[in-house]
């Protein structure tokens, strides 16, 4: 049974100007102990989707649509997105079954309290650890996500650590009540790469001993071809693509895929230059019915790719792709579409 079974998840922004559909119409799963990836361009739905997940989507954005079936630890399967926002379910399951690490955890740390203490009140929110038993809990958890000194750290503020220190911080805190699954959401932009490297193998590592599945939002091929065994391609707010981390290096078939392997360098690959997409990703406000990449698809057919929106179709076993190039079914015409 899969971990996470997300279904036609739809995230829309309400503003003056119209409706951005961040995520217009998302599915995706997450197997046990399965790392899945989620890759696209800035601004393709990748972080409205993982929000919408926790349920920290704020306003004027709101989920529409859909269903996240969680299994819980216990096996019982709840669905995430049905339950109301002030409900006791809902705040244990953030933080005990599933985690986030963000990117930047300096803006996701409380600045006025200590790190040790922020750890802390997640321990104090999902255990019933004994408050005298909290402090020793902590800093043995900073100690397991290599954080040097972990009794001195625990009385510093998030400013007093260097970017690594506070990322390694922020999966102690993501990991502090076991959940069993992590969304890590660019974990490592904002760190140089070597200690990009240390905060990847640390998250791997942890994710092996307490037999977690990830969920890994990026940007970063190099990650996906690193950690991930499946992958989902966004554009647009929709999956564009989903196959095997193998298959999609060897195989990609959708042509915003191939722009995107194209356009960073690769082992084994030659190139004079580096291909670049054409064009930027269009806001998704009162967009004509037709496929996403449609004006910056190098094999865009006039006629066909610009009169209906692509149904993602299965071209393989396990791998699928929105694209007429590999077949003509189409997405029906619905209410999400009218709007
Ligand atoms: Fe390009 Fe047409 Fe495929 Fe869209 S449907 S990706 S425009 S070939």
Known sequence: MNRLDVRDLRTY???????????????LHVGDQETVGVIGESGCGKTAMAHSLLRLTTQPGEVVHGNAMLT???????????????????????????SMVFQEPMTSFSPVHTIGFQIGEMLATHTDLAPARIR???????????????RQRFDEYPHQLSGGMRQRAMIAMALAAK???????????ALDVTVQAQILDL???????????????????????????????????????????????????????QKLLRSVPQPGR??????????????????????????????AMKGTCDTALPALTEVEPGHQVRCFLYGQETEPNDEWTAL
């Open 270 to 299: 030659r190139v004079e230059r580096l291909d670049v997409i054409e064009g930027s990703v269009p806001v998704p406000i009162g967009l004509p019915v037709q496929c996403g990449f449609y004006a910056r698809c190098p094999a």
């Open 72 to 98: 819980r630890k216990d096996g019982s399967r709840v669905d995430i997105l049905a339950l109301p926002p002030d409900s006791p379910d809902l705040l244990s399951i953030r933080g005990n079954e599933i």
């Open 136 to 150: 020793e809990r902590v800093v043995e958890l900073m100690a397991r996500v290599g954080i040097s000194n972990p």
């Open 179 to 189: 959940p069993k699954i992590i969304i890590a959401d660019e974990p490592t932009t």
């Open 13 to 27: 922004f309400f503003l003056d100007e119209g409706i951005v559909k961040a995520v217009d119409g998302v599915s």
């Open 203 to 257: 998250l791997k590592q942890l994710q092996r001993e307490d037999d977690m599945s990830a969920l890994y939002i990026t940007h970063n091929l190099g990650i996906v071809a690193e950690e991930v065994d499946r992958v989902y391609v966004m554009y647009l707010g929709r999956v564009v693509e989903t196959v095997s981390t193998d298959r999609l290096f060897a195989r990609p078939l959708h042509p915003y895929t």
